[in-house]
């Protein structure tokens, strides 16, 4: 991967700020701090945002990795699809191309793993290498996984940790992020 100057720092920029956008309302609704209004606002923004990076695939025929839009910006590209969550089709094509960009050397594997798996669970499939989890009135808990006995192995392919030091990490994020007071259900993804 390269440290060079991106080939579209226009794209850099209107993905980073599209991501940052994102994160910041779902760190909103974690704490339940957005009504109604404001979550349909949301959602119609995440539409938004998959629009552009829609366009953007379109147009280069390629997943904006290190080289197109930088690291940062790939991460954004990265974090728009995998919270993409209304358009299972465009998650999957998504995480097509960005297995191209990690097979060329233009994007990390942990970022393919992560949309792999939401892709595969929001297309009512089993997760590949557990970095899906569910926030449910239980607590955090993974979403179903294929061949559990394997999972860590499969992880350690992609260079993430065992899931449950993954797990850890999330339930550690979420209680710094919430507070107290009940959450609906949402779909996470461990740290990459």
């Keep these: 991967m390269t440290t060079s100057e991106p080939l579209r720092p226009d794209l ?15 760190a909103q609704r974690l704490r339940n701090q957005l009504d109604a209004i404001q979550l349909g606002q949301g ?10 990076l829609r366009r953007i695939l379109a147009d280069h025929d390629c997943w904006p990795g290190h080289r197109l839009v930088g690291p940062e910006a790939a991460r954004a590209a990265w974090s728009i699809a995998l919270h993409s969550n209304d358009e299972p089709d465009f998650q999957r094509a998504a995480a097509v191309l960005l297995r191209r960009s990690v097979q060329a050397g233009d994007a990390p594997v942990r970022h393919w793993a992560h949309l792999h798996d939401r892709a595969l669970i929001n297309n009512g499939h089993d997760q590949e290498f557990g970095t899906q989890f569910l926030l449910g009135a239980k607590g955090i808990e993974l979403c179903p ?18 899931a449950a030091v993954a797990l850890e990490k999330v339930r550690h994020r979420l209680a710094s992020m919430r507070g107290d007071g009940d959450s609906p259900t949402v779909l996470l993804a461990g740290a990459a």
């Design 43 to 52: 959602r119609h923004a995440d539409h938004a945002s998959a629009k552009v």
């Design 12 to 26: 850099a920029r209107e993905l980073i700020t599209l991501a940052e956008r994102s994160a910041a309302r779902r």
């Design 145 to 162: 996984v294929r061949e559990p006995t394997t999972l860590d192995q499969r992880r350690a392919s992609v260079g993430l940790p065992p």
